[in-house]
């Protein structure tokens, strides 16, 4: 089985500031194909999960270009480079490589 | 735009098996190449991917759920169904389903619905 694991599992981040979100898998996420499917998604508090970025860097329709993926192989990234009320919630990192996982979540709070 | 909704019992007494359906909406659960997938939380913690089917009915299922779990898809309804057998109060979640065009880059999700395992 893959595990991923995410860093920090807390993060309170004063608005306006950037942050920054790991996840790292225990095989390289790479396919047969050559994508790398790791997935990112956002889950706002009371809120079913949101996707945000898929494929390492594609970020979804609606979401804000503050958002960014980047990474390859096992060490993944995601970023938000100035960080608002509403970016309030748990990312997840999730690999489909390997069939499904998540990372343990990583929650994201106002200081 | 495709939505999801679950419906199923609340609750269910350990040892029972968990039955919940997923009804699609605003597109055909057969159409184009999209798997299904259910998904559970647990109050206060992570998500854990439970399994998934594809418009053909091949299914995959996490290995550690593997031998009680069965999704299934009925196309006329347009809805997928999951089984989770000999539940146990670890079992009490909040079950989603979802869409996937592959990889498990889920679009689109159901509001989930809580099912609590309990005598």
């Known amino acids: 089985d893959v595990v991923m694991t995410q860093s920090p599992l807390s993060l309170p981040v004063t608005l306006g500031q950037p942050a920054s979100i790991s996840c790292r898998s225990s095989?390289?996420?790479?396919?047969?194909?050559?994508?790398?499917?790791l997935n990112w998604f956002q889950q706002r508090p009371g809120q079913s999960p949101r996707r945000l970025i898929y494929k390492v860097s594609n970020r979804d329709s609606g979401v804000p270009d503050r958002f960014s993926g980047s990474g390859s192989g096992t060490d993944f990234t995601l970023k938000i480079s100035r960080v608002e009320a509403e970016d309030v919630g748990v990312y997840y990192c999730m690999q489909g490589t390997h069939l499904y996982s998540f990372g343990q979540g990583t929650k994201l709070e106002i200081k | 735009q495709v939505q999801l909704q679950e419906s199923g019992p609340g609750l269910v007494k350990p040892s029972q098996t968990l039955s919940l359906t997923c009804t699609v909406s605003?597109?055909?659960?057969?159409?184009?190449?999209?798997?299904w997938s259910w998904i559970r939380q647990p109050a206060g913690k992570g998500l854990e991917w439970i399994g998934r089917i594809y418009t053909s009915g091949s299914t995959n299922y996490n290995p550690s759920l593997k031998s009680r779990v069965t999704i299934s898809v009925d196309t006329s309804k347009n809805q997928f169904s999951l089984k989770l057998s000999s539940v146990t109060a670890a079992d009490t979640a909040v079950y989603y389903c979802?869409?996937?065009?592959?990889?498990?880059?889920?679009?689109?999700w159901g509001q989930g619905t809580l099912v609590t395992v309990s005598s």
């Open positions: 979802a869409s996937d065009p592959g990889h498990g880059s889920f679009d689109y």
């Open positions: 605003g597109g055909s659960i057969s159409s184009g190449s999209y798997y």
């Open positions: 095989q390289s996420l790479v396919y047969s194909d050559g994508n790398t499917y």
